[in-house]
């Protein structure tokens, strides 16, 4: 059984247009079938198909708000493996020869890892919290300490609230950095509070994310994450 569900998700998640719907829902936004589509450059028609077999697979949540359907990542666990399998996919070897172009050159910068902070700018950030012993990320696993709690309410985040809903503090591969930045609840907090304050802003159509001047400011403040 466990078997036959593998190849399942397999065989759904490695058709080229799914996969290309999936990758635009991992900011952590719900869309309309319409963007889908649009970002897979197929019908809304063949997107209607696509969609409802990872809705009935449980990859996808859809929710209907007016004469709209919207569809999300079905839970964090999802993501996960999303960003697992591309993870690997950056480590092919040798790998093949593609000019960079500039959408992704910016989401190798900076960008949305469903709901957390990835790319340089989150490896950087994760690399910053480990250096003054506020988070331990090993191959192991993360762990927040005492003083990275405190340090994070001085930066305006509550975690106690959060605790118990998810996994709460997790290392996740980067695929593009290859190295760890921060995940779980702590990732997400430490995200929305980097958006909240306007450090970043999100694109429209792109997991990037457009880093600001005062984000510029904050993260050397802050993190003493320096950016050229």
Same mark, same amino acid.
């Given at each position: /059984?466990?078997? !036959?569900?593998?190849?399942?998700?397999? !065989?759904?998640?490695?058709?080229?247009?799914?996969?290309? /719907? %999936?990758?635009?829902? /991992?900011?952590?936004?719900?869309?309309?079938?319409?963007e889908?589509?649009h970002?897979?450059?197929?019908?809304? $028609?063949?997107?209607?198909?696509? %969609? =409802?077999?990872?809705?009935?697979?449980?990859?996808?949540?859809?929710?209907t708000?007016? #004469?709209?359907?919207?569809?999300?990542? !079905? =839970? $964090?666990?999802?993501?996960? /493996? %999303?960003? +697992?399998?591309?993870a690997?996919?950056?480590?092919?070897?040798?790998?093949?020869?593609? $000019?960079? +172009?500039?959408?992704?050159?910016?989401?190798?910068?900076a960008? @949305?890892?469903?709901?957390?902070?990835?790319?340089?700018?989150?490896?950087?950030?994760?690399? !910053?919290?480990?250096?003054? #012993?506020?988070?331990? *990320? +090993?191959?192991?696993?993360?762990?927040?300490?005492?003083?990275?709690?405190r340090?994070?309410?001085?930066?305006?985040?509550?975690?106690?609230? *959060?605790?118990?809903?998810?996994?709460?503090?997790?290392?996740?591969?980067?695929? =593009?950095?290859?190295?760890?930045h921060?995940a779980?609840?702590?990732?997400?907090?430490?995200?929305?509070?980097?958006?909240?304050?306007?450090?970043?802003? #999100? =694109?429209?159509?792109?997991?990037?994310?457009r880093?600001?001047?005062s984000?510029r400011?904050?993260?050397?403040? @802050?993190f003493?994450?320096?950016?050229?």
């Amino acid at each position: /059984m466990a078997a !036959a569900n593998l190849v399942e998700v397999a !065989a759904l998640v490695g058709d080229t247009t799914r996969a290309m /719907m %999936l990758n635009a829902l /991992m900011d952590g936004r719900a869309l309309t079938s319409s963007e889908l589509a649009h970002a897979a450059r197929i019908s809304r $028609p063949t997107a209607s198909g696509h %969609l =409802s077999k990872l809705v009935n697979a449980r990859l996808l949540t859809v929710t209907t708000k007016r #004469r709209y359907r919207y569809f999300r990542i !079905a =839970s $964090p666990s999802v993501a996960r /493996m %999303l960003e +697992s399998i591309k993870a690997v996919a950056a480590l092919e070897l040798p790998p093949r020869h593609q $000019p960079v +172009s500039r959408e992704d050159a910016a989401q190798r910068f900076a960008r @949305t890892c469903y709901d957390h902070l990835a790319g340089f700018v989150g490896v950087a950030i994760a690399d !910053a919290l480990v250096k003054k #012993r506020y988070l331990e *990320l +090993s191959d192991e696993g993360a762990a927040l300490t005492s003083a990275g709690v405190r340090f994070l309410a001085r930066f305006g985040i509550d975690l106690g609230p *959060l605790k118990g809903r998810r996994v709460f503090c997790r290392a996740c591969l980067d695929w =593009s950095e290859r190295r760890y930045h921060v995940a779980g609840l702590v990732g997400a907090a430490i995200c929305n509070r980097c958006i909240e304050l306007g450090w970043f802003v #999100r =694109s429209d159509n792109s997991r990037a994310l457009r880093i600001t001047p005062s984000g510029r400011r904050g993260l050397e403040q @802050t993190f003493q994450v320096i950016l050229q």
